[in-house]
């Protein structure tokens, strides 16, 4: 007998639940273990929870969307390859993909500042080990856990205002919360901030800076900088070295999260990771305060609104001659204003769908042949401009 097209029972997915985690939930809603309802429900094998909530099978996507009635890329977000390209820029790792991600943007070094490293077989945020995290008051109301439970891209629950804790068991049946003492310290107010605007850029694809609104791909690769920038040796920040200093005594902890030669933020252990977190929502709130001099291109989207606006108030102009200075500009100098014309209609384009629709068009008029539309999107996935903005160019589907 062929089982039926739909689920009878089908528990909702929380928000941002994980795909192993909402498996769970359905065959628990049958009396089973979620490896039964995989084989006999959908005829599939066994897949562990790690594989389930990385990168699951697109069939095993599309049988969910279809018993579940879901949508599938409501499906596909429950699991980290639904999260590419905001997340990540690809699941498989790439030479330079390091520089790709951690050196697009520059907040609190200037660009070229920091050493490259190009550590092997790297991907942004994916712990190497299975990481069991959670807010114990979520999971007392719910055994549902979280996708970015699981990732160091936040140490706090935005709805509870209180630390993910470490636990053993399942959240199900019963949890032990594993916390050790030296973890176990009140939630400043710096990184519960930096949490909720890494919520809102989760579960509304934009963050609120003071500035403007930037899409969640931007933040999620302004944090990773940041952090990049915090581990970086002594001898990289020159003058800035007081200021840095003064950030990590802000929060107590050791100058770099006591780390001795680089590693990536990847691979430390939990309690460096929040230390480095914690250290990051700090340096965000000194620069937003104007105490911390911040020399990065990217800094000024932590900054409040200047009292006077320049061109559309999102960012800074490009460099103009004053009335008082008619000299000719030189050859050099007209160039130094295309690069930073450009590099802030890019910078604008990342956030505004209405100037990336402005820059495609000008790159297509710019080669007169509408043909070569799809040169001109791999060039904006190289630059990180969100292809889904073009939806309403000549070719509709925006990953064509
Ligand atoms: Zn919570």
Known sequence: MRPPERWPLHPAPAEAESLSSWLRRIAASYGMYSLELLEHGLGHRELPDPELDLDPPTHLLEELARRSGLDQSRVGAMTMTGWVPWLFDSLVPA???????????????????????????????????GVRRGCPECLESSPAVLLFWQLPVMASCPVHGRRL????????????????THDQRVLPEPLSLMDRRTWQAITTGSVDLPR???HAGIWFRLLRTLLDELTTAQGGYGRQ????????EHCGHPFRAGLYTWQPFETLGWTAQQQLLEAAAVAMELIEAGSLTALGTSAHLL?????????????PAAPTATAGDQKEPTLDELWDRVVAAFDAAVEAAREDPETAKKLYDFALYGLGNRRSGNGIREAFTELNIPLDFLSHTDNGDPFA
């Open 95 to 129: 030479p330079g993909a390091y520089e790709t991600y951690v050196h697009q943007f520059s907040v609190l070094l200037p660009p070229k500042r920091r050493k490259i490293y190009a550590p092997r077989k790297w991907l942004p945020w994916l712990p190497g080990t």
């Open 212 to 214: 403007h609104p930037v």
């Open 165 to 180: 804790e470490t636990y053993e068991g399942h959240p199900a049946d019963y949890i032990l919360l594993t916390t050790p």
């Open 241 to 248: 070295l007081d200021d840095v200093r003064r950030v990590w």
């Open 303 to 315: 900054l409040p609104e200047p009292a006077s606006n320049v061109g559309d108030g999102t960012r």
